[in-house]
Nanobody
Framework: QVQLVESGGGEVQPGGSLRLSCAASGSISSINIMGWYRQAPGKQRELVAAINSAGTTNYADSVKGRFTITRGNAKNTVSLQMNSLKPEDTAVYYC?????????WGQGTQVTVSS
């Protein structure tokens, strides 16, 4: 059984920063992709950023230059450094881990950007 545990959400003022972390445990393929998605009220869940096991990254246009996704030294951990946060970044952020014919989601963590 694969489990994902997220941490680091919260409330911050516009222009502030937050760091999200996700740790996966269980039987996990060494070739995989970890990423962050978000879902705002009334909107579809969307990709924010992803990184594969080779370190290749992919970002949504709306977060390029502000967010950075990295994989930790510990196997199967991923972090999302979010800088210059905007009110439109407010959403529930979900960690996702996937490989061929498998995908797993975290429980979600709330990020609120408000003055």
């Amino acid at each position: 059984q694969v489990q994902l545990v997220e941490s680091g959400g919260g409330e911050v003022q516009p222009g502030g920063s937050l760091r999200l972390s996700c740790a996966a445990s269980g039987s996990i393929s060494s070739i995989n992709i970890m990423g962050w998605y978000r879902q705002a009220p009334g909107k579809q869940r969307e990709l924010v950023a992803a990184i594969n096991s080779a370190g290749t990254t992919n970002y949504a246009d709306s977060v390029k230059g502000r967010f950075t996704i990295t994989r930790g030294n510990a196997k199967n951990t991923v972090s999302l450094q979010m800088n210059s946060l905007k009110p439109e970044d407010t959403a529930v952020y979900y960690c996702k881990l996937g490989w061929v014919r498998n995908e797993y989601w975290g429980q979600g963590t709330q990020v609120t950007v408000s003055s």
